[in-house]
């Protein structure tokens, strides 16, 4: 199980991209990569029959490794734990100690 999740604020750590910021759009489980908005763009082209081709750009995958969830109250990279709270299991930031939505 992933401690990050769909719609959590990032921050990329390593890469091409260090430093940037973004909200997650997708979870590849299997590829253990994810989608972020707005960064790592590729061009797409789609073919026309009669008229001229349409160019679009797409969020390509990055690895979960690169990148670190931010912490929205100190507005810093944190680490994500778990607690349990009558018996019902709750995303915490450790710097913080705040408790997270599922």
């Given at each position: 199980?992933?401690?990050?999740?769909?719609?959590?604020?990032?921050?990329?750590?390593?890469?091409?991209?260090?430093?940037?910021?973004?909200k997650?759009?997708?979870?590849?489980?299997?590829?253990?990569?994810?989608?972020?908005?707005?960064?790592?763009?590729i061009?797409?082209?789609?073919?026309?029959?009669?008229?001229?081709?349409?160019?679009?750009?797409?969020?390509?995958?990055?690895?979960?490794?690169?990148?670190?969830?931010?912490?929205?109250?100190?507005?810093?990279?944190?680490?994500?734990?778990?607690?349990?709270?009558?018996?019902?299991?709750?995303?915490?930031?450790?710097?913080?100690?705040?408790?997270?939505?599922?």
């Amino acid at each position: 199980m992933f401690k990050i999740k769909k719609g959590d604020i990032i921050k990329i750590i390593t890469g091409k991209y260090k430093g940037k910021k973004g909200k997650i759009l997708k979870i590849f489980k299997k590829e253990n990569k994810v989608c972020i908005k707005g960064i790592k763009l590729i061009k797409k082209y789609i073919k026309k029959s009669k008229k001229k081709g349409v160019f679009y750009f797409k969020e390509s995958k990055i690895d979960i490794s690169n990148i670190s969830f931010i912490d929205l109250k100190y507005k810093c990279i944190t680490k994500i734990g778990f607690k349990y709270i009558n018996n019902k299991k709750f995303r915490f930031c450790k710097k913080s100690n705040t408790l997270l939505k599922n």
